[in-house]
């Protein structure tokens, strides 16, 4: 055809880094430790929850309310409202959606405008540039900065702080939204509350939605706690919390995640949903809905999944920081979620010339080169930073630790054939 076929908000977003990666590490022989999900299956009531809804009642194989199933609705109602001290309404306050990820997409488009400034917390999930951009608003970036560590210690995600002076010179009158990650993805930082509080003010100041994309927040260790910024003092009103079934009991290919906050906003959500999702699987939400119930029986309890998954994970967390240090990888030690970064300026110091174009960040070469010559798969880092920021932030790659232990065990065996190869 000669009309041109690509809507215009499509371009320069048309490149993933999943896609180019993950394609890489289909044709190695490799461990990959790039993209972020369990190789171990769901707990067993979360398994049993779903063989029920495919073999009990066959109504749930037809629609169910558009905005949610109710028994879901109402179990997210009961079990988050305790957790963010609101009475929530099931039908007003809770839009069940097609993942984490539909959730973001249904708010972007139900809320950001023509013109309005979005600001985002960088390194960011790398969604959230694209999806402001597809509704028409301008990304605003404020960088979390890493503080200098003494030699010869790890450095932690706790580190990685926002210089408050430079997050208020980002909020003016034409600021729609601020996007917060807690856990953040990549770094695995946990918002304290004191960051949050700054954050608040902020939002409150200058009448600012927040978007609290908060998928990890039982992934949290050292006794680390994850505090919703909905919580805090006037803040329901102006915020959207969204949250993860898939991350929240090891089942990432259910796509079930929801979207919580007050009408006012949330009715913007349902209209932008009856008119492009309408509808999400019911059979994945009962599955849901049925593994809270048995959730919200433990909660607190050592017999609960939320207490027992961080414990496990945060094993696998320590297991792989040995490991990658090993060969000179340093390790930035995670608060919480499925990731850590690793620091490879020695190696960038070591091996500054590795294949790729003149303009590719380092780290995007080395993790090529560690595919190809390693056998292991990583993400770089890079990738989740605005591009004038990317050359600065480009001597880290994120690892995915929330791994089986066979896998853990295969990529020590990559590492020691690595370790061999270092020695004189």
């Not at 708010?107 to 597809?134: K, R, S, W």
């Not at 009856?274 to 809270?292: D, E, K, L, M, R």
């Not at 010559?373 to 790659?397: E, W």
Request: hydrophobic fraction near 40%; charged fraction near 20%.
């Amino acid at each position: 055809m000669s009309k041109r076929l690509q809507a215009r908000r499509l371009d320069g977003i048309d490149h993933n880094p999943w896609v180019e990666f993950g394609k890489m590490a289909s044709e190695y022989d490799v461990v990959n430790l790039g993209q972020g999900f369990p190789d171990f299956p769901p707990p067993d009531f979360a398994i049993q929850a779903f063989q029920l809804a495919l073999n009990s009642d066959f109504m749930l194989n037809q629609y169910t309310k558009a905005f949610g199933y109710p028994p879901l609705t109402k179990i997210l109602a009961s079990f988050f409202g305790k957790l963010l001290g609101q009475e929530i309404d099931p039908l007003k306050n809770v839009l069940v959606t097609v993942g984490a990820y539909g959730a973001l997409f249904t708010a972007f488009q139900a809320l950001v405008d023509e013109g309005d400034e979005v600001i985002i917390v960088e390194p960011f999930f790398d969604c959230y540039e694209p999806m402001t951009l597809m509704a028409g608003g301008r990304p605003v970036f404020v960088t979390l900065k890493p503080s200098p560590t003494q030699d010869g210690e790890l450095d932690s995600a706790s580190n990685w702080q926002l210089d408050p002076t430079e997050l208020a010179s980002k909020f003016t009158s034409r600021t729609k939204a601020l996007i917060l990650n807690t856990p953040n993805n990549p770094v695995g930082k946990v918002f304290s509350k004191a960051e949050l509080e700054l954050v608040a003010s902020l939002c409150q100041q200058h009448d600012v939605i927040c978007i609290s994309d908060e998928v990890y927040q039982w992934l949290v260790y050292d006794g680390h706690q994850h505090i919703s910024i909905a919580s805090l003092p006037g803040m329901w009103e102006r915020t959207l919390t969204i949250g993860s079934a898939g991350k929240s009991f090891s089942a990432t290919g259910w796509k079930v995640g929801w979207a919580l906050g007050p009408d006012s906003l949330m009715k913007h959500l349902r209209t932008v949903h009856q008119n492009t999702i309408y509808h999400c699987p019911t059979q994945g939400q009962a599955a849901v809905a049925q593994s809270f119930q048995h959730e919200q029986l433990h909660f607190g309890q050592p017999s609960s999944y939320f207490v027992q998954l961080p414990q496990a994970v945060q094993r696998y967390r320590d297991h792989m920081i040995r490991s990658l240090q090993s060969v000179g990888l340093k390790p930035v030690v995670p608060q919480g979620s499925y990731f850590l970064i690793a620091d490879i300026s020695d190696f960038k110091t070591q091996m500054p010339d590795l294949p790729g174009d003149a303009d590719e960040p380092y780290d995007r070469r080395f993790v090529k080169w560690m595919i190809r010559n390693k056998g292991l798969a990583a993400i770089p880092v890079s990738v989740f930073y605005s591009t004038p920021h990317r050359k600065q932030f480009d001597h880290y790659v994120r690892f995915c630790f929330v791994k089986d232990e066979s896998t853990l065990q295969a990529m020590d065996e990559k590492l020691q054939k690595w370790k061999d190869e270092l020695r004189p």
